[in-house]
Each structure stands twice: as structure tokens, then as C-alpha cells.
């Protein structure tokens, strides 16, 4: 079973950064588009970016510039380095395939709350 376990939020002030990780079980990370998604409250969950396995990235409008996606198919392991955060981008995040149907559970995800 494709497990994919996220971590690295916290609370941060306006204008800081922090780098989420999500590390994926299985030989399947490196065949697969991987991305990255939040849910804020009362809200449904979006894509926030998204890379391919040869590594062409997508973003969503409201992170281009300040969010950089990138993987590490050695470590199965793909990586989200956010800067110049703001309070909307409070959420909890989720890692999983940029596929139509993803290929794992959505999993706990990891809290990003931005803050002074």
C-alpha cells in the first residue's frame, strides 16, 4: 500500500519560509507527477503545484514566485520551499500524485499556519 507521510509546517510570521517534505513508500514515486495540494477551512482542497518526473513544475497563480516545488526520486521525497508567506496561504497541505485519480489516501497532511 502507497503510503505518503508530510511534514515540515508550524506557525511563522508574515513574510517568513518553511520547506515541507513529503516522503513517499514504494517504487511508484518516480513514475508519477507528483504535487502538492492544500485545504484551508471551509474551503475545498486546490493544487498548489505540481512536477512531472522529467521535473517541469506548475503553479498555482497565487504562489508563482514565492512557492518552488522539486523532487528527489532517490529519496522518494518531494519537497515544497515556500517564502514570502501570507495568511491566506494557511492550510493544511497534502502531498500526493498529479494524477486524475491519486494513487494514495490522502494522508494527515502537515499544518501551515501564517501568522503574526
Known amino acids: 500500500q502507497v503510503q505518503l507521510v508530510e511534514s515540515g509546517g508550524g506557525l511563522v510570521q508574515p513574510g517568513g519560509s518553511l520547506r515541507l517534505s513529503c516522503v513517499a513508500s514504494g517504487s511508484f514515486f518516480r513514475f508519477y507527477a507528483m504535487g502538492w495540494y492544500r485545504q484551508a477551512p471551509g474551503k475545498q482542497r486546490e493544487m498548489v503545484a505540481t512536477?512531472?518526473?522529467?521535473?517541469?513544475?506548475n503553479y498555482a497563480d497565487s504562489v508563482k514566485g514565492r512557492f518552488t516545488i522539486s523532487r528527489d526520486n532517490a529519496k522518494n521525497t518531494v519537497y515544497l520551499q515556500m517564502n514570502s508567506l501570507k495568511p491566506e496561504d494557511t492550510a493544511v497541505y497534502y502531498c500526493?500524485?498529479?494524477?486524475?485519480?491519486?494513487?494514495?489516501?490522502w494522508g494527515q497532511g502537515t499544518q501551515v499556519t501564517v501568522s503574526s
Open positions: 512536477i512531472a518526473r522529467g521535473g517541469s513544475t
Open positions: 500526493n500524485s498529479a494524477t486524475d485519480t491519486p494513487v494514495s489516501s
